[in-house]
């Protein structure tokens, strides 16, 4: 079984900047869409951002102009940029990718174990 291993976070002031990287291992044949997701506390999880294998990009509006994810196929990484923090994008960030697997070709959903993100003055 593979799996998803989260890199960055931390505290930022507002206006900061912090860069999330994210990178899968295991016996992966192709990796299809990747994305990051969000909990605040108290709310539900919220999908941020989201790329395909063709780097086909989707964006929440509330991180629109903001946020930038970009993925690396060959190191099996996806990233998130976060530009111009708002103590609103405090959360738990969650990387997700949606991955084919070697054996049977089967797919299956991996999880990053999740990174705190903090922007407060």
């Known amino acids: 079984q593979g799996q998803l291993v989260e890199s960055g976070g931390g505290l930022v002031q507002p206006g900061g900047s912090m860069r999330l990287s994210c990178a899968a291992s295991g016996s992966i044949l192709n990796i299809l869409t990747m994305g990051w997701y969000r909990q605040a506390p108290g709310k539900q999880r919220e999908l941020v951002a989201t790329i395909t294998n063709g780097r086909i990009t989707a964006y929440v509006d509330s991180v629109k102009g903001r946020f930038t994810i970009s993925r690396d196929n060959a190191r099996n990484s996806v990233y998130l940029q976060m530009n111009s923090l708002k103590p609103e994008d405090t959360a738990v960030y969650y990387c997700?990718?949606?991955?084919?697997?070697?054996?049977?070709?089967?797919?299956?959903?991996?999880w990053g174990q999740g990174t705190q993100v903090t922007v407060s003055s």
């Open positions: 997700y990718a949606d991955v084919q697997v070697v054996f049977g070709g089967l797919r299956y959903d991996y």
